[in-house]
């Protein structure tokens, strides 16, 4: 069985390291972090790993995030750091929904059938997963305590804990919980962007005196943005981003919901030849092609997808109202790179925020947030971070507001769930219970609807995987009530009654008709 690094200072020797890798290399126990994006969190958090292993070095490091292209990028970064200190394969494993189509992807079919088996064992040292990778060995599922064991005494890593919505931080909070109190584990919750009422929630729960944080001298280095509020939607200011990528910039374009993005992209394209649109409603296939090609774009139009930690850096962004720790995980794809010093290489570069979004968005945020954002930035010029820290508190000063109810109960029903584990007794609880808890359902647009049962039947079952989407659970019962769902019992599908073009993604609002005769 393969151990973790000991030394971490041995894989990521900076020379000059910032203040949260300073602290993170000796703190022992939980540990709440708070820092921008772009300032060596990860590093801060492996080096606080390396601090907190037993004398035996036995511990498994569970590295959590909340999104599958953020842990696939996180998987082939740790491959790449450790591979110098390990002579065998499985040294980090990848687990999330789509992990063996990721991984079927990556490596050569006898490769492939090794790092997949090692994967479903306990055997790697290091394991890139989501939360409910976690969770759903408490909900006592199959094989359920195999994985509870491997996280006796783990050190569990929560990156970008912001970003999920109140049940699911309910479901974290109860687990952290858990694992501190009974099974005798370490966690670290990480942040760029953490309020209040969250940093006050995590740190009673963690024990813990003192988040760390960077100095306000050297969080100076991560002023990289000025605040501009455009008035009116993104249709009336076309003129204004389109001179932006006729100067040969890098322009990111973000929008609320995919229809909007889909307009979006019809009106900009022609601009450039190197653009390309990217939203949840790509095929994986495609939605990977897109994503490999990020850094070679001048016009990136995107919906909240971009958010996610992927490789991208932008001259400017353009983006349609939204909560503040949106709008701020979005400027964070731009002006990343550095210079010798620290400073951000491009200087300060332009964030424009539109005053009005789509008429859709109110689905999407809730709208008092969205106004208590604009407000608070409507006399901001410079972004800085103490500056960003107080607006993030200021429109989340009612915590989860309206769902707050949800996280209260969430969090105390879980922890009835956890507390009545018994060891080699399944549950009451069935898999629909745990897969309740996603608001998505899979789906295959119609148009691929050959191609994934010539893969069904010739056995080839992860690269039917390609041709698959999500659906909102709002999004399948409208279809279903219009009849434009259909379940083939033989693939055990679901296949979708809606226009589907490579570059666009599924058109939800145009039916395909595959065998349409006038």
Known sequence: MLKPISDMYSVYNFGKLTDVQNKCLSTQGNSLVISPTGSGKTEASLFWSSANLDKNSGNRIFYTLPYTASINAMYNRLLDDFSPYYSTNGYVSLLHGKATYFLYKQYEQEQFKEVKNITK?????????????????????????????????????????????????????????????????????????????????????????????MSEGESNKYL?????????????????????????????????????????????????KKSALLHGKFVLRDRESIEKNLQNLDLLVGTQVIEVSLDMDYDVCFTEPAPIDALIQRFGRVNRKKNSEGYPL?????VYIFSEGSESDHYIYDQKLVKKTLDSLASVDLMHETMLHNIVNDVYGDGFGKNQKLFDETKERFKEIIDNITPFKGSHFKESDFYNLFNSIEGVPSNFKSEYQKCINEGRIFDSMQYTLQLTTGQYYRLLGEDRVDYDVDCRQLFIDAKYLRVMGLLIDEPYFENNIL
């Open 121 to 213: 064992k306990i055997y790697s040292p290091y394991k890139v997963v989501t939360p409910f990778q976690s969770i759903k060995h408490f909900f006592s599922l199959k094989g359920y305590e195999m994985g509870i064991l491997e996280m006796y005494r783990g050190l569990f890593i929560f990156d970008e804990i912001h970003a999920y919505d109140a049940r699911t931080a309910g479901l974290i909070y109860s687990m952290c919980s858990h694992l501190i109190n009974e099974m005798d584990a370490k966690v670290m919750v990480m942040s760029a962007t953490l309020p209040d009422f969250l940093k006050d929630l995590f740190q009673d729960m963690l024990g813990v005196e003192e988040p760390i944080k």
């Open 224 to 272: 990289r943005h000025r605040c501009n509020i455009l008035d009116g939607n993104i249709f009336g200011n076309m003129s204004l981003i389109a001179e932006r990528i006729q100067a040969n910039e890098k322009v990111l374009v973000v929008c609320n919901t995919v229809k909007q993005a889909q307009k979006v992209y019809n009106h900009l394209q022609g601009l450039t």
């Open 346 to 350: 491009k200087g300060i570069c332009d």
